[in-house]
């Protein structure tokens, strides 16, 4: 099977030609472009998603429910999602657990990963939506605990809070990425943590320490630090165009797109809510009662096309939506080996883009999803 396209992101960069699909795989690229300016790329993978197309994570969904959201997901052309439960009650956060296990082995969307443990370990001075009567100071026997009552790929947390050095080791030790993020620590502390194994930055500038010139946090030391991942919600709101620009500039391959999507994507505006917090969904922005942003009602589509719109280069962005979110991705939490990349002989999860950078089309192990 011929895609029709004319280029495809190969090893980062846009190889112009066309792509075929055999027995769910990739068989060739480079082959005599079709018409148009289609472009295939790797599925897109979103490391952070507190909800979908009417679905909120935390509250620990029914089977059927994430089943819908998975097939919303891949309707918009992400291939792989982790699911972020975000800080609640301890038995809420180990039910939302649970609830996502036994949603994993379902067929049908997007590949469910291991969950995203956002909290509840995390500074009550950038605590952001999350709510602080759920904040707790950093307890390895309770993260431990988390981490065995379900599949969990990440975690965020505050480094500068007194013990969160056992917590990184807790996680690292299971195999977990670890994140800081809803923090308020010195550049010196970032980079402490950096060194001892944090893989990078939650949402980028938003609930944490910022780039002073003087004071540098954790945003400065996270965009400074040699392999340090960062990921951004480049939903239009979160961060403004020119530092869009700042970030891809500054951290070369080292920035990752995230939707931080809320139950409110794909639905009309309205009230939803993101664990225990009601929010609200108004033109386009997602906000908690007292007007915070609250999450968003992006596709991670949509958060490529906001980084073209600023000037960044395209297969950049397309890079930061696929091979660069996959490398926060812990082994043994992937679907296979080919996540984020698109290569002949590897697994066909590929999502088709028209000239304007929409969704057209999409494969998952060569099955076209339902669109």
């Known amino acids: 099977m011929r895609l029709g396209v004319s280029a495809a992101l190969v090893g980062g960069v846009l190889h112009r030609g066309d792509v075929a699909v055999v027995d769910g795989r990739v068989s060739a690229v480079g082959l005599t472009p079709a018409r148009g300016s289609a472009i295939a790329v790797p599925g897109l993978v979103d490391v952070q998603c507190n909800g979908y197309a009417g679905v909120d994570l935390t509250a620990g969904p029914a089977v059927g429910d994430v089943t819908t959201m998975r097939r919303a997901l891949a309707r918009d052309g992400v291939t792989a999602v982790v699911p972020t439960i975000i800080t609640a009650a301890p038995d809420t956060t180990r039910a939302a657990l649970r ?11 997007a590949h469910l990963l291991g969950a995203h443990v956002e909290g509840p370990f995390l500074s ?12 707790l100071a950093p307890d390895p026997a309770l993260l431990s605990d988390f981490l065995t009552t379900g599949a969990v790929a ?3 947390l505050a480094p500068e809070l007194d013990g969160a050095d056992e917590l990184v080791r807790t996680a690292l030790a299971a195999g977990v990425t670890v994140m800081a993020g809803h923090s308020d620590a010195s550049a010196a502390t970032a980079h402490a943590g950096f060194d001892a194994g944090i893989a990078g ?5 938003n609930a944490m320490s910022g780039l002073d010139h003087r004071s540098p946090g954790l945003a400065a030391a996270a965009l400074a630090h040699p392999g340090t991942v960062v990921t951004v919600i480049a939903d239009g709101h979160h961060v403004d165009p ?12 080292r920035w990752a797109l995230i939707t931080d999507a809320t139950a409110a994507a794909g639905r009309p505006d309205g009230v939803y809510h993101l664990g225990d917090v009601e929010v609200t969904l108004a033109d386009g922005v997602v906000r908690n009662p007292d007007g915070t942003l609250a999450g968003s009602a992006a596709t991670l589509a949509g958060c490529v096309r906001t980084c073209v719109a600023a000037g960044i280069d395209p297969a950049a962005a397309l890079v930061a939506a696929t091979a660069t979110p996959a490398r926060l991705v812990p082994p043994a939490q992937r679907p296979h080996p080919d996540l984020g990349v698109l290569r002949p002989g590897g697994v066909a999860d590929v999502t088709v883009l028209d000239e304007a950078l929409e969704v057209t089309r999409v494969l998952l192990a060569g099955h076209e999803v339902e669109r």
């Open 99 to 109: 609830a996502l296990d036994a949603a994993r082995g379902e067929p049908g969307g």
């Open 124 to 135: 009550p001075r950038r605590a952001g939506t999350h709510p602080p009567q759920h904040l």
């Open 154 to 156: 990440v975690t965020t």
């Open 201 to 205: 930055a939650t949402h980028l500038f």
């Open 242 to 253: 020119d530092v869009l620009r700042i970030v891809a500039a500054a951290a070369g391959e």
